[in-house]
C-alpha cells in the first residue's frame, strides 16, 4: 500500500507495482496538490507502528516518504471513464518486508476473477462511523455483473452509466465496501504464481455511492485493460 500525501486534507491510496512506480487512480492526482508517497504506513501520522503480541511489542520498520519525479495520467481520462494514473517516484525504492510491489493481471487468466472469489479493498478511507481509519483497513467484497450494477446505479445523480464497460469492475458486499478517501487503492485477491502464494491487483477504487456500506456496489478501474498503457510508462523517460 502507498499513501498519498496533499498539501489540502485529501487521502487516496495507491500501490507500488516497481521500485520506482506506484499505481493510483486519475483523479487522486489530476488537479490535485499531490506532495509525496508515504510507503510502509499502517497506522497514519505514526512513524513506527507497533502491536502487542505475546506478551510483548512488536513493531515495523520505520515509514518511507518518497518525493515525485512525474506523474503519468491516462490521456483520455475524465470523470468516470480511464481512471487511472502512475507516479514515478524520485529514488528507487529498496524492497523490504513491509515495503513490496503487488503482483499484476498480465495474463488473460489472471484478469479475470471469479464471482465467488473474494475480493480484498484497501485504504484509510471512511468507515461505517462515518469518519476516515487512521489505521489501514480490509473489506471482502465480490464481483458484481455490470448489469446489476447499472441496475444499482441508474439514476443516480452524477453517474455517467456509458462508462459502466468492459474497462471497470463492478464488486461490493453488504458487509463492506469502499467509501471515500479508499480512491486510488487496490482491489486485490489472492492466488497462486509458480506454486507462490501472491496477492494480485485487478481494480483501483474509483468511485461508488456517496452513502457507502448499503449494499450498492462500487466501480473499480479493470487493471486488467490497462497493461500495455502501464509497461508503455514503465519505460518512458
Known sequence: MALLKYNESMTCGGTLITNRF???AAHCVKDQKLTSVVLGEHIRNSVKDCNRHKNRIVCSDPIE???IERVFVHENSKRQQHDIALIKLAR??????HIKPICLPLTNELQ????????YVTGWGVTERGRESAELRESYIYKVPRSD??????????FDMTAIDSNIICAGDTRGDS????SGGP????????GRQRFVQCGIVSYGYDSCYRGTPSVYTNVGKYIQWIAEKLVAT
Open 22 to 24: 506506484v499505481l493510483t
Open 92 to 97: 528507487a525504492v529498496v524492497i523490504k518486508s
Open 65 to 67: 516518504e518518497f518525493n
Open 179 to 182: 467509501c471515500k478517501g479508499d
Open 149 to 158: 450494477c447499472i441496475a444499482a446505479l441508474n439514476n443516480t445523480r452524477g
Open 112 to 119: 479475470e476473477p471469479e464471482s465467488t472469489k473474494s475480493l
Open 187 to 194: 482491489l486485490s485477491y489472492v492466488t497462486y504464481i509458480q
